[in-house]
């Protein structure tokens, strides 16, 4: 069995110089989103938007310097990649006003068009049946407690207490074998979930197989899957299971064929004006968890044929979801260094830095992915932890572009 390995065992990530990073966001795709828009630097600036695309991912991979300090470090190795013309740097007011003239648009244009699904070839570590295995969920980001980023909200606790910090809500689809983010959509503490969720399946890869926790579990949702052309392992609520699903046939590995009802009241029904309410076929089983006392997990998924996807293998797959867990604790953690709220002081730079934290996420996973595919590696085998160690040290030891 293969055992876990740090990335300084299996490749040279130490040597990683940043141009070599910028090749997952190429420059030229940068200029061309800049232009389209018009974010383009067209007269000569201390801090071109060029440069500044790729400040944010600098950021999350150098918490312990201040913003000034990381891009003083950048500076210093691309004076003649932008020809500045004065050795003034910029202080603190200028990387703000550089950021707000950037705005988080074109990041997100350009995590969008790039952060795609890294296993382009069938593997056991990635797939089921040909599928690509992709997982959805939600998490809260702590942002600065200014006047202008309480628009995000916050949280309250049981006495109706606010929380200590407004709070931006991200929502995103992870490619399970390789925790490289796909898709994400970014909202308000008071956004819902599920809202934010019918953005990020837009991307949904089709022939896919999609895993999410119940709270997702929702006619709009499904269909939307379903309209994709992928499948589905969903939790199912304990509200549903009695009134949501049509049993029939048991089958022998345990599952039930069964149809899966569209809701039948009022609210419900206009809110889904418009959408195919035609039932769904699906099968649906329940397992335990050994020593846990607790209630069976109840699963409902669209893979029809139980000799392919008997119910032991539902509840095997399911258990990938948890994948996407570790992904939030890889950015919160090991990128964020765990730090108590994000650097920004106003929403489209809390936007700008958290695209910028998923972009460097998903450039840092594309090498690592690269890195196990040629030492024949599972993917999950490598420390991302020690992966960011790695690149930090050497990180700003040469320039971020090539001339």
Request: aromatic fraction near 8%; glycine fraction near 6%; include cysteine.
């Amino acid at each position: 069995m293969q055992s876990f390995k740090e990335a300084a065992e299996i490749t040279n990530l130490g040597a990683i110089s940043f141009s070599q990073l910028a090749c997952t966001f190429p420059l030229p795709a940068v200029k061309e989103i800049l232009e389209r828009l018009n974010r383009a630097t067209w007269r000569m600036r201390k801090l071109p938007s060029e440069l500044m695309f790729y400040f944010p991912m600098l950021m999350s991979l150098d918490k312990s310097d201040s913003a000034t300090d990381t891009l003083l470090k950048l500076l210093e190795e691309d004076k003649k990649v932008f020809g500045r013309r004065s050795e003034a740097e910029a202080g603190k007011g200028g990387i703000s006003e550089a950021r707000i003239r950037l705005g988080y648009e074109p990041l997100k244009e350009a995590f969008d068009a790039m952060c795609v699904p890294l296993a382009r070839k069938v593997s056991p570590h990635t797939h089921f049946e040909g599928m690509l295995i992709v997982a959805i969920d939600g998490v809260v980001m702590n942002v600065v407690d200014t006047a202008a980023n309480q628009e995000f909200g916050r949280s309250t606790n049981q006495n109706k207490r606010p929380g200590a910090n407004p709070q931006a809500r991200v929502v995103g689809l992870v490619e399970c074998g390789t925790h490289a983010m796909i898709a994400a959509e970014i909202g308000n503490y008071t956004d819902s979930e599920v809202t934010l969720a019918r953005s990020v399946l837009l991307r949904l890869p089709a022939n896919s197989l999609i895993l999410a926790d119940r709270l997702y579990l929702g006619w709009r949702l499904v269909k939307q899957v379903v309209a994709r052309g992928a499948k589905l392992i969903w939790r199912v609520k304990s509200s549903d299971r009695e009134n949501r699903f049509q049993l029939g046939e048991r089958l022998p590995d345990g599952s039930y064929r069964a149809l899966y009802l569209p809701p039948h009241d009022r609210k419900s029904l206009k809110d889904l004006e418009g959408v195919d309410l035609s039932p769904i076929e699906v099968r649906v089983c329940s397992y335990g968890v050994d020593g846990k006392g607790e209630d069976p997990i109840h699963l409902v998924t669209t893979l029809l044929d139980e000799e392919v996807a008997p119910a032991t293998k539902l509840a095997e797959l399911y258990m990938q979801r948890w994948e996407i867990e570790l992904v939030f604790r890889e950015m919160k953690v090991f990128l964020n260094n765990n730090e108590h709220a994000l650097r920004s002081l106003r929403p489209d730079l809390v936007k700008q830095e958290l695209y910028g934290l998923m972009m460097m996420h998903y450039a840092i996973r594309s090498l690592m992915f690269e890195a196990a595919s040629r030492a024949k590696l599972d993917p999950d085998l490598i420390s991302f932890k020690g992966a960011v160690k790695t690149i930090d040290r050497k990180s700003l030891k040469s320039g971020f572009f090539s001339p």
